[in-house]
């Protein structure tokens, strides 16, 4: 299946805090039952938000990559490498190399919305690495502008962010009304989260909180009577590794 659309219905959910903060999962834990499972180097990702003011305690981290993304509002974070609590904003991102051994503790405040995705980069390696914390402020990731669809990109070309996990991209579009068309790299699986309005994508229907699945294509028509925002993740089809879930699966 070239496309697969996963909407918000079909997404795992999750809560902490006495539902004090809320979780849609394009890719949950496996024990979280919903349709999609970890693919490629993809383990998991999720869309928190809250309401109000609330802390997700200490907590321990090995192997994966994890990052933040911050989409609306501000967020707090607390590891054992900086020993201090660090404020990210809206466009800010951070990541985790859990390497052997990491805590961290976050805080949503009030009207946050964040991403947090694991990236899976080879934690029979990274298990043996110290762990690293970065985080990057919006103005220091390049935007480039491409006949009506500005990219800010998080990781790839001229982006300051370093991971170990093999070949991979990561950019949000800003998409003006109109029809678009994205080359797409061969031999990569494509992941979007739409994050605002509806559109087509390769003649299917996607709504707001949609999670696209690409593969076998080679480029994406886009087609929206509104602004559009989509965030964009492309990684190997097949890494040149077995994965923590091939693993165990």
């Not at 070239?2 to 834990?29: M, T």
């Not at 690293?132 to 491409?146: A, F, Q, R, T």
Request: net charge negative; hydrophobic share 35%.
């Amino acid at each position: 299946m070239p496309i697969e659309i996963i909407p918000l219905n079909e997404q795992a959910k999750g809560a902490f805090n006495q539902g004090e903060i809320l979780e849609n999962k394009p890719i949950g834990f496996p024990q979280d039952g919903g349709k999609t499972k970890p693919y490629s180097n993809l383990f998991y990702w999720a869309h928190a938000f809250s309401n109000v003011d609330s802390i997700i305690g200490e907590h321990p981290h090995k192997g994966f990559e994890i990052m933040s993304f911050v989409l609306e509002g501000s967020i707090e974070h607390y590891d054992s490498k900086i020993n201090d609590w660090i404020t990210l904003n809206k466009g800010d991102v951070q990541i985790i190399r859990a390497g052997n051994g990491i805590t961290h503790a976050e805080k949503l405040n009030a009207g946050a919305h964040i991403f947090q995705i694991w990236f899976d980069p080879d934690i029979r390696k990274t298990l043996n690495t110290n762990a690293s914390y970065n985080d990057y402020k919006e103005n220091e990731l390049p935007i480039v502008d491409l006949k009506g669809i500005e990219k800010t990109i998080y990781k790839g070309s001229n982006a300051p962010l370093q991971m170990e996990t093999e070949d991979v991209q990561i950019e949000k579009w800003k998409i003006k009304p109109g029809s678009h068309t994205v080359e797409l790299t061969e031999q990569k699986t494509t992941s979007i989260y739409n994050l605002l309005n509806s559109c087509q994508i390769n003649g299917s229907a996607s709504n707001k909180h949609d999670f696209l699945i690409i593969n076998d294509e080679n480029e994406l028509k886009i087609e929206c009577n509104d602004e559009l925002i989509l965030f964009v993740i492309s990684t190997p089809v097949k890494p040149s590794y077995q994965t923590y879930f091939s693993l165990n699966n």
